[in-house]
């Protein structure tokens, strides 16, 4: 995994992992995070990838000495400064609990502000492809303008498609129009019921023809 991140493809899989989770094994930093910081060497493109960039900026906060002090996933707590030697062993380990626990509450607290900032971030907004058709009383009902009251109808989340007359039998036409919806901001049953409502001088009905989710 070191020597992926070297690569184009390597990047994008990391990339990929780090949107669901904090660090290389999960939400807590490790060697891992240590070997691939190094590996790295530089932060990467953050338009091209924005979590790795994400996690290289939180990972270059902390000083070799404290990377160093990560131990690997699954693997003993044993630092890599101890094979360094026992001056930095020894600098390591006189480390009193208050600012081991400092550091444990920093950890905490990065963490838990990167869950509270993935809780809030929006999801895809949910729209749908909806197919009318729109009857007039008679042959003789002005379609063009009725199309035009139709589209003069206005509400956040709804944007007016294509359209098209289609006869139904005795010279009557019917308006067939498509509209795009934000499924939580507007309904089709409140939408109908203002076409019938406002232009009664024009529309005898409404039908849903289509209803599909985007």
């Not at 996933?73 to 026992?86: Q, T, V």
């Not at 509270?116 to 009318?132: Q, R």
């Not at 058709?133 to 007016?160: H, N, Q, S």
């Not at 006869?167 to 076409?195: A, F, H, M, N, W």
């Amino acid at each position: 995994m070191v020597a992926d991140v070297k690569s184009p493809a390597g990047l994008a899989a990391f990339n990929t992992t780090l949107a669901e989770q904090a660090f290389a094994t999960g939400f807590v930093l490790s060697g891992e995070d240590a070997q691939l910081f190094a590996a790295l060497g530089s932060a990467p493109n953050a338009s091209t990838y924005p979590n790795v960039a994400r996690w290289y900026a939180n990972v270059a906060s902390y000083t070799d000495a404290e990377r160093k002090t990560w131990s690997s996933a699954g693997g003993s707590a044993a630092p890599a400064a101890e094979a360094a030697g026992d001056d930095d062993f020894d600098l390591f380990g006189s480390e009193d609990e208050e600012e081991s626990e400092e550091k444990k509450k920093i950890v905490e607290e990065r963490l838990a502000a990167y869950a509270e900032k993935k809780a809030k971030k929006a999801g895809p907004i949910a729209k749908s492809s909806v197919i009318l058709d729109v009857k007039p009383w008679d042959d003789e009902t002005d379609l063009a303008e009725m199309e035009k009251l139709v589209r003069g109808i206005e509400m956040d989340g709804l944007v007016w498609g294509g359209a098209k007359l289609i006869p139904i039998g005795y010279g009557i036409k019917k308006l067939q129009i498509i509209t795009v919806i934000e499924d939580l901001k507007v309904s089709v049953d409140d939408l109908i019921e203002r076409i019938t409502g406002d232009f009664e001088d024009h529309v005898q009905s409404v039908d849903i023809v289509a209803f599909n989710k985007i």
